[in-house]
């Protein structure tokens, strides 16, 4: 990881909205948003990944039947068993094409059920809250965040009351209870590990009390969990 892309928790909240061209009170304009998000490309931070026909067809060709007829094909072939040999193949034919097909539908079903295992976020813009899917956070944008929201990015605070965060630690499966504090301040020589800044909350942070206003200054592979 680059460190040097997550040095946003120097900053104040005042030159960090300056850096990101944005208003602390109200936010990006509809317009400015849209052509970040065309620029950057979406927020894929929770974005889970397809798998392939090709992934399909792998796993279906390790497993014990398929391994099994494809002995039996074989040793139908060696000693000249034409008849065993023709049934064994559209057996396996068979086979491959139902999983194909299986495969198949349940793309259509993660296509239909993905957004829903995406947060949404409560962002401002114009002065005014919206609700947005997470994918659509770009930088710079001034995010809400309440009790029993997921950080859709990496985020500088501007303000906070009594704020209290699940954040991940880089590790699998590790997870802590933080206390985050906008007005915290660290000077440029002190290194502070990116979970542990206080001022600063990482994407994919669960909120578990208080409330705050943010600015985002990472999104997607740029986070620290997305990298």
Known sequence: MNEKAFKWHQGSPESVCQSLHTNAACGLSRKA???RYIKGGRNDL???R?????????RVLSEPITLIMMAVLII???F????????TFIILCVN??????????ADRIFEATARYSRPLARVVREGKLYYVDSETVVRGDILIFRAGDISPCDVR??????????SPTGSDDNWVKLSKD??????????ISVENRDNCVCGGSEILRGSARAIAVEVGKHTYLGA
């Open 96 to 105: 491959l094409s139902m999983s194909i097909v299986a495969f198949i539908k």
């Open 50 to 58: 397809r798998a392939s026909i090709s992934t399909c067809l792998k």
């Open 157 to 166: 605070l501007i303000t906070s009351d009594k704020l209290s965060v699940l």
């Open 46 to 48: 929770f974005r889970i």
């Open 76 to 78: 139908a072939l060696i």
């Open 80 to 87: 000249d068993l034409k008849a065993q040999a023709a049934s």
């Open 182 to 191: 906008a007005n915290a301040t660290y000077p440029a020589e002190k290194f």
């Open 33 to 35: 948003a849209r052509s």
